[in-house]
């Protein structure tokens, strides 16, 4: 029996099952890859100086395909095609036993995960690139993950991706769990290739189930609320529970370290909400009307479980109107100045643009505009029963003040005119080199048979103009030059009676009034008279005279 036993043992151990060859090759590893792909298959326990061979096995003989070649130790795959799917052998020179590995190609853009991965819920994970030949040849460009063969979206505060391709996770979710693909872009000789591998990663339920985080409120957290007293608002809080509706967890609020409960304006209710594989409670705090002793006290939601107790606090603040009234007066301050500024100017307008004037002849030249004159003086001589105040006005005032006082130049027609000339051309010419045509307009006077002087209103007639007076209208209505400048005196004027030239310039640009009481016998008093009538007239007259046009150049 004991022989029997003998002879079945020996048996055994010469049977061919259990013989150990280390010629033999076997297949080690299996690798997953992706057709298109970039893909590098080391030899194991080997280094850059340690010479290899590496051939294909199962029966395609040593040759490698097309596509595949062997770049210091490494086998490379450029890129992955449907026919590099086999075994590759690498064998060491000195070293007994080649090394086969498995390379399984897919035809989808993602390989096949090789390594499955239990997360746990509520807890932070990284997940590796697992691309170690890759990152070592230094010439690494973008680096990205896919989940199920989609592109992820930027990292943002859940997911993050660290420069070598490591994905971290804040706090692992159901939703997390699916198929991981990481691809980094490569350039080799001179063109970019894609490396690619996979990972699957699965959540453990059973784990998380026994872990019961501490609890967190999101938010409130010192937490500011403007408010009005009298008025109701609604405070609302955020907890974060953890994976399931634990039933010892209770939200609840407090007022100044007092339950709501002592305060009948106040009531709270709370729930749980599901988001992303996560539970968490939120809480609603209503106040039906902000009490004084409810401001700038702290109001705490508290969230408590059997892990631990935690509070986020806010704040009510009353409605601080001081900056809305301030602006508002701002405002209004602003609209009465430009009110103010508008009516400064409308009011000191003249006095302005003379002042403007004044300034400027200091500091700026104008070349001249070939004018002799700065203005025509046209009036009805006292033959054609004019007044002497009329006649004192052209005369006198206005060469006194205009003339001697501010430089102008004046054509005086009587004054200025000789004798014997061809009146219609030189009037006509004379009025073409003046820069303004000054028309002085009086009624008609006769004397009656007591002495007193009545008015005659001005023939509607056409002859009642004097020549230059339609020569300057005419030029002023086609040519807008020269301007023309009305002035009333010895009372007001009937335009009715006048042509239409004139009752057009009336109506655009209305007239000066020369006030009668202002022609005293006195000369001063004449020159100090009507101010106002001169800063007008000076407002109309060129803003720098002939004659300084004339030195300027």
């Not at 792909?37 to 395909?65: E, M, N, Q, Y």
């Amino acid at each position: 029996m004991a022989a029997a036993g003998w002879t079945l043992l020996l048996a055994a151990l010469m049977s061919p099952a259990h013989t150990v060859d280390h010629n033999h090759s076997e297949a080690t590893d299996t690798y997953h890859v992706s057709v298109g792909h970039l893909f590098l298959l080391k030899c194991l326990l080997v280094d850059a100086h340690t010479h290899v061979t590496w051939s294909r096995a199962g029966g395609h003989g040593p040759k490698l395909p097309s596509g595949v070649e062997v770049r210091d130790g490494l086998l490379w795959f450029l890129p992955v095609q449907m026919s590099h799917d086999g075994s590759y052998t690498c064998e060491k020179r000195g070293r007994s036993g080649p090394v086969t590995f498995g390379v399984s190609v897919s035809s989808g853009k993602c390989p096949d995960p090789p390594e499955n991965k239990s997360i746990t819920l509520g807890v932070s994970e990284s997940v590796s690139c697992k691309q170690s030949e890759i990152f070592k040849l230094n010439n690494v460009g973008n680096i990205r993950w896919m989940k199920d063969c989609q592109l992820m979206e930027p990292p943002g505060d859940h997911i993050s991706v660290e420069e070598d391709g490591l994905m971290r996770m804040s706090a692992a979710s159901e939703e997390d769990a699916g198929k991981y693909t990481c691809l980094v872009d490569v350039s080799v000789d001179g063109r970019t290739y894609t490396a690619a591998r996979s990972i699957r990663l699965t959540a453990d339920k059973n784990i998380s189930q026994t872990i019961l985080p501490e609890p967190m409120v999101v938010y409130p957290q010192q937490k500011v609320v403007v408010v009005e007293e009298g008025t109701s608002v609604k405070l609302e809080c955020l907890a974060y529970i953890g994976f399931s509706e634990d039933r010892e967890t209770s939200m609840f609020w407090t007022v100044n370290d007092e339950h709501t409960d002592e305060h009948e304006e106040l009531k709270d209710s709370w729930n749980f909400v599901h988001h992303r594989g996560h539970v968490y409670g939120r809480s609603t705090l209503s106040i039906s009307k902000v009490r004084r002793h409810f401001l700038n006290v702290p109001i705490s939601c508290w969230v408590s479980n059997s892990a631990g107790l935690k509070d986020g606090t806010v704040r009510l603040q009353e409605a601080d109107h001081s900056a809305l009234y301030t602006h508002v007066a701002l405002c209004l301050a602003a609209s009465l100045a430009v009110l103010l500024l508008a009516a400064a100017v409308l009011v000191f307008k003249v006095d302005l643009v003379l002042a403007h004037r004044k300034l400027m002849r200091h500091f700026s030249k104008q070349a001249p505009d070939g004018k002799l004159y700065d203005a025509y003086v046209s009036f009805l001589p006292p033959d054609a029963l004019s007044s002497a105040q009329t006649a004192s006005l052209v005369l006198q005032l206005l060469p006194e003040k205009l003339e001697r006082q501010h430089g102008y130049s004046l054509y005086i027609r009587g004054r200025d005119d000789c004798p014997g000339e061809a009146v219609h051309d030189v009037i006509a010419a004379t009025v073409r080199t003046c820069r303004r045509l000054i028309i002085i307009l009086s009624p008609e006077g006769k004397s009656s048979a007591d002495g007193k002087t009545e008015e005659v209103p001005l023939r509607n007639n056409e002859n009642q103009l004097c020549y230059e007076q339609k020569v300057g209208l005419y030029d002023a209505l086609t040519q807008k030059d020269p301007r023309v400048i009305l002035v009333e005196i010895d009372g007001p004027v009937d335009y009715s009676c006048l042509p239409e030239s004139l009752r057009y310039f009336r109506r655009k640009q209305g007239a000066l009034k020369w006030k009668k009481s202002s022609l005293p016998t006195n000369k001063p008093n004449k020159l100090r008279s009507n101010r106002k009538f001169w800063k007008n007239l000076r407002y109309l007259m060129p803003s720098v005279p002939v004659g300084r046009l004339q030195t300027a150049v």
